[in-house]
């Protein structure tokens, strides 16, 4: 079984926050009337950790996320999706862990993502399943980079 890839969307395939004159490769898409910058490689980086991984969306786009994105990234989908509580005073540290627990139980998961912290960080050394954070900067999203780590990660494990 191959490990879990949960994929943010804004800040990993969805740029925002860098300068004009120093705008990414990458086109403007209109989800749900609102312009949303998509980094001009990320449909590539996306088919090919589907090899080792098996793609989850894990946004708050949730279920908007196969709406738009397989067409505008030319990705086989769709994607499973997490929900997200909307509750107010969460007990968790981060708003997304109480979804990610319950769709991963005990598997292997790697989670990419803009927006990791400490409390992240103490979760995912926690688990008792092997678990990834790979945090991308906004501006750029998703590179070879993160791309390479990915794979390596999931060769350890067997699955690349």
Known sequence: MKPLLLVDVDGVISLFGFAREARPAGRFEMVDGIAHFLSATAGEHLR????AFEPVWCTGWEEKAN??????L??????PYLSFER??????AHWKLDAIDAHAGVRPLAWIDDAHGEACEAWATARVAPTLLVTTEPAVG???REVTRLLAWAQTLGAA
Do not use: D, F
Not at 48 to 51: V, Y
Not at 74 to 79: E, F, K, S, T
Not at 87 to 92: F, H, K, L
């Open 142 to 144: 998703m590179t070879e």
């Open 48 to 51: 090919r950790l589907s090899g």
């Open 74 to 79: 030319g990705l086989a989908g769709p994607w």
């Open 67 to 72: 709406e738009y994105l397989p067409h505008a």
């Open 87 to 92: 509750a107010v005073g969460r007990t968790r």
